[in-house]
């Protein structure tokens, strides 16, 4: 059995995060896109002078205030014919997501009014949605409003669509707090089951 622990322990040790561990999803360690859900509409400054999206996922901790201004902030406006913003945050890994943490715009004439969440696995497969109604940023200094998520487990990449009532969409973060996924029992076995196949090789060999 020395093989099998060997591999388990190269299996296990390969992230730099350890398995359990809560981390905070920010730039740092997810990436994030406009998505091809897009409404047709304009994205205002948002990208004035060579700012990117980035700045969605640019809050250093879940508890970081921030400013509303013209470098902080991301703001899309759908045309008449209505719509949102898609956002597309890559994982890189499996997270099980435990808090959504959301920094809307102060007031009712630009904030976000509804984000429709959905959560895939590295396969691509659907794991959960969420609607939720984001309440209004605080002011001056706008904090995250918090929101338990309902166990989406073995998330890799989350579609964000984010609409306003009166077609404006203005806000300054969002980020998860999250935990590297253990892997399910099932990948575990067929782990066991290659580990099996190997030293029974090996065994065959030394014959
Ligand atoms: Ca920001
Ligand atoms: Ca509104
Ligand atoms: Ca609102």
Known sequence: MRQFALLMTCVFAAPSLGLGETVYLNKDNISVAVGPGTSPGTFNNTFDNGQTIVKVIDAPSADAEELHNQTTHNWFTATDAGGGLELVFDLGVAYDI?????????SEDFDVDN?????FNLNGQQVGSISVQPELGTSPGITSQDTVLAAPVNVARINAFLTGSNREVDFQNVGFTAEV????PSSLALLALGAAAIIARRRMVRR
Do not use: A, M, R
């Open 98 to 106: 435990s808090t959504l943490h959301f920094w809307n715009y102060t």
């Open 181 to 184: 996924s253990v892997p399910e």
């Open 115 to 119: 984000i429709d969440f959905t959560f």
